[in-house]
């Protein structure tokens, strides 16, 4: 006869953050590139505005995988939960932008921060995280 078990409680943080596993790991990445010294990474100044397209590129993969750990919520929950998801990932992915800027101007040597890259930071966020809407529009 087998014992009786306790039911496992949960967690509150463990709740909130089981799901959060890829917009992590794609965070962990975009903290180590922008951790590099200048001279690891490859030089982009004749092609003008590839560093941007690069940013754009890595926020939107940021916020679209924070949104994919959330996805079966995101499409159960109705709009009230949508908007919400976006906002706070939209939110999210333009602090970070801020944060990995002020990094690179303060605490890395041979990097500075960028206005333009933060912008940059920044549209990719809404981009990645409008992507995602568009992708979960089109699936119901």
């Not at 799901?19 to 962990?28: E, F, T, V």
Request: hydrophobic share 45%; proline share 6%.
């Amino acid at each position: 006869m087998p014992l009786p078990t306790k039911p496992r409680s949960v967690n509150p943080l463990e709740k909130l953050t089981r799901n959060c596993y890829p917009g992590i790991l794609c965070g962990i990445v975009i903290l180590i590139l922008t951790g590099l010294p200048g001279s690891l990474l490859p030089h982009v100044k004749p092609v003008v505005g590839l560093d941007k397209v690069a940013h754009m590129l890595m926020y939107a993969a940021f916020a679209f995988l924070c949104l994919w750990g959330y996805r079966e919520p995101y499409a159960s929950k109705g709009q009230a939960y949508q908007k919400r998801a976006l906002l706070l990932t939209v939110v999210i992915g333009i602090a970070y932008g801020g944060l990995t800027e002020l990094m690179q101007e303060h605490l890395v040597t041979s990097r500075t921060g960028d206005w333009f890259d933060w912008l940059a930071d920044s549209i990719g966020a809404l981009l990645g995280s409008y992507v995602f809407h568009l992708f979960f529009r089109q699936k119901k």
